[in-house]
């Protein structure tokens, strides 16, 4: 599977995500104004399921999408690729990054670090469960 989305496929995955599933017109109120021709809406959800992103059913005389790619799998796939081509695969060099671009505190810094330790706890109590 391309993991690889386009903005416009993106965007309409995000509301996909979103709102679990729905018809072109439903993705269409969505969209803020000007907002993108319906045609155009429904050629880019017909990439997307050539790509396995959606699926269809009917739903009468309408087709109704549904995401088959769930956004924490596309996600971790794109920042990871991310890491990997911005960051030679180093995690702490993009974090360092991100925290003197952000500016971050020393306080700021210290929450992230807790909450990081919090996730790595709960990853390692799940597995041992």
């Known amino acids: 599977m391309d993991m690889q989305l386009t ?29 993108p021709a319906r045609t155009t809406i429904a050629t880019v959800l017909s990439i997307l399921e050539n790509k396995n992103f959606v699926t269809h059913r009917s739903g009468g005389r309408l087709n109704i999408y549904k995401a088959l790619v769930a956004k924490e799998d596309y996600s971790k796939k794109q920042l990871l690729g991310f890491v990997k081509d911005y960051f030679n695969g180093s995690f702490s060099s993009m974090i360092s ?14 929450h992230l670090l807790e909450e990081t330790r919090r996730a ?9 469960e």
């Open 97 to 110: 990054f991100f925290a003197k671009e952000s500016n971050l505190t020393l306080e700021e810094m210290d």
């Open 7 to 35: 903005k416009a496929e993106e965007q309409i995955m995000q509301i996909l995500w979103t709102m679990d599933e729905g018809t072109v017109q439903d993705i269409l109120k969505e969209f803020a104004n000007p907002k």
């Open 120 to 128: 790595l706890d709960d990853k390692q109590t799940d597995k041992v």
